[in-house]
């Protein structure tokens, strides 16, 4: 491998990984919006085109006897998608599910775990109960936060849109208290 295709390669390896940042970055799962979707669909398509062309030329690029060229270069990822499409999947499942128990609050035992959360600002945090008694999520003020009654598996989600600390607790049990710190 000379210097030349060296460089050309690392390139090839830097791009892709931004382009699959992006498009990381970019896609939320959950849309609220029929135009937030249809962008982001726009969005998709585009970053997988690009992310396409680009994973084809460089594997054109260092096999001998194809000729480098577009057509060559989207043959090949049609060859390579599927797999490719299982991995960011899976990797986007995985990424996703820290993310999403990153802002829950489990109620176990009579408890709030963790008992003290830190999120940043625009968090949607969401409790659930996994006990077999109901319990409820409420502010000290008993209005900011106020879920009902959450009976077993039951969620309760709120949004968290200014810097704080906030401190909760369960209105059937006192004792049982919990804080979310938003920085
Ligand atoms: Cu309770």
């Not at 090839?12 to 959950?30: D, F, G, H, P």
């Not at 994973?55 to 990822?77: K, Q």
């Not at 390579?80 to 109620?107: D, E, S, T």
């Not at 945090?125 to 106020?146: E, F, G, Q, R, Y």
């Given at each position: 491998?000379?210097?030349?295709?060296?460089a050309?390669?690392?390139?090839?390896?830097?791009?892709?990984?931004?382009?699959?940042?992006?498009?990381?970055?970019?896609?939320?799962?959950?849309?609220?919006t029929?135009?937030?979707?249809?962008?982001?669909?726009?969005?998709?398509?585009?970053?997988?085109?690009?992310?396409?062309?680009?994973?084809?030329?460089?594997?054109?690029?260092?096999?001998?006897?194809?000729?480098?060229?577009?057509?060559?270069a989207f043959?090949?990822?049609?060859?390579?998608?599927?797999?490719?499409?299982?991995?960011?999947?899976?990797?986007?499942?995985?990424?996703?599910?820290?993310?999403?128990a990153?802002?829950q609050?489990a109620?176990?035992?009579?408890?709030?775990?963790?008992?003290?959360?830190?999120?940043p600002?625009?968090?949607?945090?969401?409790?659930?109960?996994?006990?077999?008694?109901?319990?409820?999520v409420?502010?000290?003020?008993?209005?900011?936060i106020?879920?009902?009654?959450?009976?077993?598996?039951?969620?309760?989600?709120?949004t968290?849109?200014?810097?704080?600390?906030?401190?909760?607790f369960c209105?059937?049990?006192p004792?049982?208290?919990?804080?979310i710190?938003?920085?």
């Amino acid at each position: 491998m000379n210097r030349t295709v060296r460089a050309f390669c690392l390139l090839q390896l830097v791009l892709n990984a931004l382009l699959l940042w992006l498009a990381y970055e970019w896609l939320a799962l959950s849309e609220s919006t029929v135009t937030r979707l249809a962008g982001s669909a726009a969005a998709a398509l585009a970053i997988l085109a690009a992310a396409s062309w680009l994973h084809g030329a460089t594997f054109t690029s260092f096999r001998e006897g194809v000729e480098p060229g577009a057509g060559a270069a989207f043959r090949t990822t049609l060859r390579h998608l599927f797999p490719l499409l299982l991995m960011v999947l899976a990797a986007h499942g995985v990424v996703a599910r820290q993310k999403a128990a990153a802002n829950q609050v489990a109620i176990d035992n009579y408890s709030f775990s963790p008992q003290t959360l830190t999120v940043p600002v625009g968090t949607t945090v969401t409790w659930i109960n996994h006990d077999d008694v109901p319990h409820t999520v409420l502010s000290m003020d008993k209005k900011t936060i106020a879920s009902p009654a959450l009976d077993t598996d039951e969620k309760f989600s709120y949004t968290f849109t200014a810097a704080g600390t906030n401190d909760y607790f369960c209105s059937v049990h006192p004792h049982m208290k919990g804080r979310i710190i938003v920085k």
